[in-house]
C-alpha cells in the first residue's frame, strides 16, 4: 500500500469504527420527522477492491443533498468515474436505522456514464451508505459492489457540508 493511500484508509477505518465507542444505545431505529437540510456534497475518494486494474479513485465532481426527512434525503451530482468518465447521479438516500451516531440504509440511485454499463446509459443501482454527520459537516461512505466486468467496486468516501437548515 502506498504513503498516500493511508490517510484515506485510516479515516475510512475510524469513520467505520466510531460507531462501536459511542456510550448510548448501539443500535436504534430513526425517526421520520421533517427536516429541512441543504448540503453540497464533494465528489468521492473510492478504495477499489480491485486495486490491480489502475481505476480511477480521485472521483473529484460535485453533489448536493436535501434531506427532507431524518430518515430521507434526496440526493443529486456528477463526478468523474472510476473509468475516467463522466458519470451524473440521481436519488433517494434511505437510512432508517443508526448503529451509534452513524446512519445506516441505502443509496437508491441512477447512474449514467459508464462506458462498460449500458453503453455509458442511465442504470439504477443500490449502494449501502453510511453517514456520520458532526454539526455543519459530514461524511457519506458508500459500499459499493462488483458487478461483472462492468462497474467496480470499492469504498468511497464523500464529504459534505450542510448550507443551511
Request: glycine fraction near 10%.
Amino acid at each position: 500500500m502506498s504513503a498516500a493511500a493511508w490517510p484515506g484508509r485510516a479515516f475510512l477505518l475510524l469513520a467505520l469504527a466510531a460507531p462501536l465507542a459511542y456510550a448510548d444505545e448501539l443500535f436504534t431505529k430513526i425517526e421520520a420527522e421533517p427536516k429541512r437540510e441543504f448540503w453540497i456534497d464533494s465528489g468521492f475518494w473510492t478504495a477499489h477492491f480491485d486495486s490491480d486494474k489502475h481505476l480511477n479513485g480521485n472521483n473529484k465532481g460535485l453533489g448536493v443533498e436535501y434531506r427532507f426527512s431524518g430518515t430521507a434525503a434526496a440526493v443529486a451530482g456528477r463526478f468523474h468515474n472510476s473509468d475516467r468518465a463522466w458519470s451524473n447521479y440521481a436519488g433517494v438516500l434511505w437510512q432508517p436505522y443508526a448503529v451509534g451516531p452513524v446512519r445506516v440504509g441505502a443509496a437508491l440511485a441512477a447512474f449514467d456514464g459508464y462506458p462498460k454499463m449500458r453503453s455509458g446509459g442511465w442504470f439504477p443501482a443500490v449502494i449501502p451508505t453510511l453517514t456520520y454527520d458532526y454539526g455543519r459537516v459530514g461524511v457519506n461512505v458508500g459500499i459499493i459492489p462488483n458487478y461483472k466486468d462492468r462497474l467496480y467496486g470499492g469504498i468511497s468516501l464523500q464529504l459534505k457540508l450542510k448550507v443551511f437548515e
